[in-house]
């Protein structure tokens, strides 16, 4: 079924800038792709995290063409140049779908492709320029060839409820949460933000988290943007305001301690992404170690972010260990460590 969209201009432009407020903000995902007919500029096709759209009439009217996909973000389109009836979507981790019709049919192509065939193309490096590795980093020139090792370790995992979920960040851990936010988004769950940094400087895309959650709480330490404070200052009152039943966290390490202790006060099932300095990413030099407690509390084991993490449950993290600066091993408490370890949701 069409639905009226603001009038839009046809020239090219000014329908590109229309499309991404009109339907970017106008109660969808934020626009991913943009797909032109190859002969006919009133036909344009876009892709959001959620759903592809048509326009026949350069805007006016939009219809949603999903019907036969998957619920996996499309993160490329295509359009046969010498049968423009012809377009193909690729989507992320799952497909890649035809539809001889102008997307009124869709059919899996799926068939041969390896399981990680289909997947996002990586287009921003986000870090902090501290160390003389990330300085280097930054200073990159355009075309310059990188040699990168990934993705590494464990990721986030998802409730397979259709649950509320916080997720929390300070600094520029917030680029790991937005990719999370799209995923659990098109699983049907509900998503709510709280961003933290030092300034306004290092609020990592405070816009693009606004699309991607139903609420969002922006505090920084200077007040420069949000509300003065720290994370801790607003997470009670946001998991309260949204319901919140599962909490991600990632930043450093004091922010994630503080959060774990707030999930396991109030028993939130949780997971933190921690950042820790790796030397090989593949295991072997374990640099980047975090103390564990055993499920049966009967000690502790140094897992490394690269491999096991870097995503763990934060009521088995042996936080005084962890935070302390003390390099010699800490012993295990003769009775053992309680049973701290929570559910995660089915």
């Not at 816009?207 to 709480?217: F, P």
């Not at 491999?307 to 042996?318: Q, W």
Request: glycine share 8%; aromatic share 8%.
């Amino acid at each position: 079924m069409s639905s009226p969209l603001p009038r839009l201009s046809l020239y090219p432009l000014p329908l590109l800038v229309f499309i991404l407020a009109a339907v970017g903000c106008g109660g969808s995902d934020p626009i991913v792709v943009i797909a032109l007919h190859p002969s006919k500029p009133q036909i344009i096709y876009v892709a959001t995290n959620d759903y592809i759209y048509k326009t026949r009439d350069g805007g006016q009217t939009w219809e949603n063409l999903s019907k036969g996909m998957s619920h996996s973000r499309v993160i490329s389109m295509a359009i046969d140049p010498l049968y423009p009836a012809t377009v193909y979507a690729g989507t992320k981790g799952d497909a890649v779908f035809k539809s001889y019709d102008g997307g009124q049919r869709w059919t899996s192509l799926r068939n041969g492709l390896e399981s990680n065939t289909v997947t996002s193309v990586v287009t921003q490096f986000v870090f902090d320029p501290q160390g003389s590795g990330a300085e280097w980093l930054a200073e990159a020139k355009a075309h310059q060839v990188l040699d990168v090792i990934g993705p590494l370790g464990r990721a986030f995992a998802y409730p397979r409820a259709p649950i509320n979920c916080l997720l929390v960040s300070e600094g520029y851990g917030a680029s790991s949460i937005f990719f999370l936010a799209q995923e659990l988004r098109a699983r049907g769950k509900r998503v709510d933000m709280v961003l933290g940094a030092s300034g306004e400087s290092h609020v990592f895309k405070p816009i693009e988290a606004k699309r991607l959650s139903q609420t969002i709480v922006i505090v920084t330490a200077d007040g420069s943007l949000g509300e003065r404070g720290s994370v801790m200052d607003v997470i009670p009152r946001a998991a309260q305001s949204a319901g919140t039943e599962v909490i991600y966290a990632a930043g450093p390490r004091p922010m994630l301690r503080t959060v774990a202790e707030f999930c396991i006060e109030q028993r939130i099932p949780a997971q933190v992404a921690v950042e820790e300095e790796m030397a090989c990413g593949t295991g072997l030099c374990f640099t980047c170690v975090v103390p564990v407690i055993r499920k049966d509390g009967s000690g502790y084991d140094n897992l490394r972010a690269c491999t096991e993490g870097p995503v763990f449950n934060p009521a088995r993290v042996f936080w005084d260990r962890w935070t302390s600066d003390e390099t010699r091993a800490a012993p295990t408490p003769p009775e053992g460590f309680p049973p701290v370890v929570s559910s995660w949701p089915a």
